[in-house]
């Protein structure tokens, strides 16, 4: 008997098709970010509002997106769907959207589409409509630099290049704009120019020389007999520790990272920084990298299963 897909949600979409969305597919497939952060609660959330809007998130039409797990999850819709539901709405008789260009002489100039000429000044977008028996013509306007993304280094993305500032920025405005005059329809979903994700860029953590374990002074602690190879000075003298770089011969680069990573236990870890710190000498700084950033992979490592 096939096993039930949990949460299993089916409808037709608005282009005909048959959708069947379950919480393993909306995880698998239509996550943009970090898929193990989005919750079973945004999932039900997502898959009810492809629903009630009849998309079709296999073409595209919306994805989920979540960067961070205190951030909440996000639906992101493509900008030809706002453009074709607006379009249906029964007092749409159209919209202009553009770029904002601010001339030599301090003032704006509201421009058609996204054209512009090498030197100019491009500092945001607009959007303009006026809806049946509409007295007033609704504007919205935006500010360029709140929506030009990053990297985690800084770096302007690929999309929201300075060539290709003009283009976003006016289908940003374009996609607030139809928002804005109609919240029924587009209410809580987003393109992707709109949603500013934080920096998730791992954060590597300061690389740490392994160090010797400090002996505490003036304390008299019994000690167990030594019974062979092993450190009397460190908890489970006595005992000879697995994989130990041995003294006083010096290992080398590929011994150590293999010992690291495949053979050395927690206590080995903990009990063998001096050994550990003094095979560093004498190797290059790549090396000496290497082996450090292994060693607190690994201890990390261990430390986090042992909590588990």
Same mark, same amino acid.
């Given at each position: 008997?096939?096993?039930?897909?949990?949460?299993?949600?089916?409808?037709?979409?608005?282009?005909?098709?048959?959708?069947?969305?379950?919480?393993?597919?909306?995880?698998?497939?239509?996550?943009?970010?970090?898929?193990?952060?989005?919750?079973?609660?945004?999932?039900?959330?997502?898959?009810?509002?492809?629903?009630?809007?009849?998309?079709?998130?296999?073409?595209?039409? $919306?994805?989920?997106?979540?960067?961070?797990?205190?951030?909440?999850?996000?639906?992101?819709?493509?900008?030809?769907?706002?453009?074709?539901?607006?379009?249906?709405?029964?007092?749409?008789?159209?919209?202009?959207?553009?770029?904002?260009?601010?001339?030599?002489?301090?003032?704006?100039?509201?421009?058609?589409?996204?054209?512009?000429?090498?030197?100019?000044?491009?500092?945001?977008?607009?959007?303009?409509?006026?809806?049946?028996?509409?007295?007033?013509?609704?504007?919205?306007?935006?500010?360029?630099?709140?929506?030009?993304?990053?990297?985690?280094?800084?770096?302007?993305?690929?999309?929201?290049?300075?060539? /290709?500032?003009?283009?976003?920025?006016?289908?940003?405005?374009?996609?607030?704009?139809?928002?804005?005059?109609?919240?029924?329809?587009?209410?809580?979903?987003?393109?992707?120019?709109?949603?500013?994700?934080?920096?998730?860029?791992?954060?590597?953590?300061?690389?740490?020389?392994?160090?010797?374990?400090?002996?505490?002074?003036?304390?008299?602690?019994?000690?167990?007999?030594?019974?062979?190879?092993?450190?009397?000075?460190?908890?489970?003298?006595?005992?000879?520790?697995?994989?130990?770089?041995?003294?006083?011969?010096?290992?080398?680069?590929?011994?150590?990272? /293999?010992?690291?990573? /495949?053979?050395?236990?927690?206590?080995?870890?903990?009990?063998?920084?001096?050994?550990?710190?003094?095979?560093?000498?004498?190797?290059?700084?790549?090396?000496?990298?290497?082996? $450090?950033?292994?060693?607190?992979?690994?201890?990390?490592?261990?430390?986090?299963?042992?909590?588990?």
């Amino acid at each position: 008997m096939e096993e039930k897909e949990k949460g299993l949600v089916t409808y037709e979409s608005r282009d005909g098709q048959e959708i069947r969305l379950s919480f393993d597919t909306v995880r698998k497939y239509l996550v943009s970010g970090k898929p193990e952060f989005v919750t079973d609660q945004e999932i039900v959330l997502y898959m009810g509002m492809c629903k009630a809007r009849g998309l079709n998130p296999f073409k595209r039409d $919306c994805y989920l997106v979540k960067y961070t797990q205190s951030d909440p999850a996000a639906t992101i819709v493509s900008i030809d769907y706002f453009r074709s539901r607006a379009k249906a709405q029964v007092d749409c008789v159209g919209w202009k959207s553009g770029i904002i260009i601010m001339g030599d002489d301090g003032k704006p100039e509201y421009r058609n589409g996204a054209f512009i000429s090498e030197g100019e000044n491009l500092v945001g977008g607009w959007f303009r409509a006026k809806p049946k028996n509409w007295e007033e013509q609704y504007e919205w306007t935006i500010s360029l630099k709140p929506y030009i993304k990053k990297t985690g280094t800084g770096a302007v993305t690929r999309f929201w290049s300075e060539e /290709n500032q003009p283009y976003m920025i006016a289908k940003v405005a374009e996609s607030q704009g139809l928002r804005r005059l109609w919240p029924d329809e587009f209410q809580g979903i987003f393109t992707e120019d709109e949603v500013q994700p934080r920096d998730v860029t791992p954060q590597e953590e300061p690389l740490k020389i392994p160090q010797p374990i400090k002996e505490e002074k003036n304390v008299t602690t019994a000690q167990p007999e030594p019974q062979g190879e092993g450190d009397p000075g460190v908890e489970g003298a006595g005992q000879p520790l697995a994989g130990k770089p041995e003294s006083p011969t010096v290992k080398d680069k590929a011994y150590l990272l /293999n010992w690291i990573a /495949n053979e050395a236990t927690k206590d080995d870890l903990l009990a063998t920084e001096n050994e550990v710190t003094r095979n560093l000498k004498g190797k290059s700084s790549q090396e000496q990298v290497d082996i $450090c950033r292994e060693w607190n992979r690994r201890k990390k490592e261990l430390l986090a299963d042992a909590k588990s």
